[in-house]
């Protein structure tokens, strides 16, 4: 059956083949007016498939175009079962989760094994639409979001009883004892990487610190490479895990 979205795509000269941000769900939640207005926005080809498998099954295997792959709330159970088959599907791109209720994004967050998988991002649905596109610019660039509200799931040391936790609980962590890693981070670096972790954008808090968005760039880059993270999600764990209790106040306010 033809994918009318397919042929508004082929009909797009600006939609590079080479880089491409699929949806995975039902058209109920990603219609083709949406995907258009994303393919209008950020220049790259978008497309929808009901199911991981449909998208597998139209990759060329050999091609190496880099693939953002945004999987809705409904798939879930799906995601948990089998996460192999969406990280390789997303091969060198990244993998990002759309939510409309908290309750599905936590759920998510506290089962995903990021030791394996990798870290992933994640899309809310329920959002202005200049955010939506805003965190979706983000993936784009492989920055992955995390929302301020998983701060609870790593405070509370939820889901401990697991054989693979998907995040370190924060009592490995002695609360008099500074974590020697974030120890080593100046006062600015820790006020960024703090900021960061409430999921502000880098515009945002140049501007609550009174600096430069080149400046807090550099201020990451250095945060990452002293904590030995690759991106924001990462950071924004460590933070959570590591950072002394009323720190970690800061973030979730």
């Known amino acids: 059956m033809n994918n009318p979205l397919q042929d508004t795509v082929a009909k797009i000269g600006f939609c590079p083949e080479d880089f491409?941000?699929?949806?995975?769900?039902?058209?109920?939640?990603?219609?083709?007016?949406?995907?258009?207005?994303?393919?209008?926005e950020f220049g790259v080809a978008a497309h929808r498939h009901e199911t991981i498998d449909d998208l597998i099954a139209i990759s060329d295997p050999a091609s190496v175009s880099d693939k953002v792959i945004v999987i809705d709330q409904i798939m879930l159970d799906d995601f948990l079962s089998r996460p192999e088959t969406y990280t390789k599907a997303a091969g060198s791109g990244c993998v990002a989760f759309a939510y409309r209720k908290d309750d599905a994004a936590r759920t998510l967050f506290e089962n995903w094994d990021r030791s394996q998988y990798g870290d992933i991002g994640y899309l809310p649905m329920n959002v202005a639409p200049d955010v939506w596109r805003s965190i979706l610019r983000l993936l784009m660039h492989e920055e992955l979001y995390l929302p301020s509200f998983?701060?609870?799931?790593?405070?509370?040391?939820?889901?401990?009883?697991?054989?693979?936790?998907?995040?370190?609980?924060?009592?490995?962590?002695?609360?008099k004892d500074p974590h020697p890693v974030y120890s080593k981070l100046t006062r600015r670096e820790k006020e960024v990487l703090r900021l960061v972790s409430k999921g502000q954008?880098?515009?945002?808090?140049?501007?609550?610190?009174?600096?430069?968005?080149?400046?807090?760039?550099?201020?990451?880059?250095?945060?990452a490479g002293k904590i030995g993270v690759s991106n924001r999600t990462a950071a924004a764990q460590f933070f959570f895990e590591v950072a002394p209790d009323e720190v970690r106040g800061q973030a979730v306010e």
Do not use: W
Request: proline share 3%; charged share 15%.
């Open 201 to 223: 954008s880098n515009k945002i808090i140049a501007s609550n610190l009174g600096i430069t968005e080149h400046t807090v760039k550099l201020h990451m880059h250095n945060v």
């Open 20 to 40: 491409s941000i699929n949806f995975v769900g039902k058209e109920l939640f990603y219609s083709n007016q949406s995907l258009r207005s994303v393919q209008t």
């Open 150 to 175: 998983f701060a609870d799931c790593v405070s509370n040391g939820q889901n401990q009883s697991q054989a693979k936790p998907c995040i370190l609980s924060s009592s490995t962590v002695k609360p």
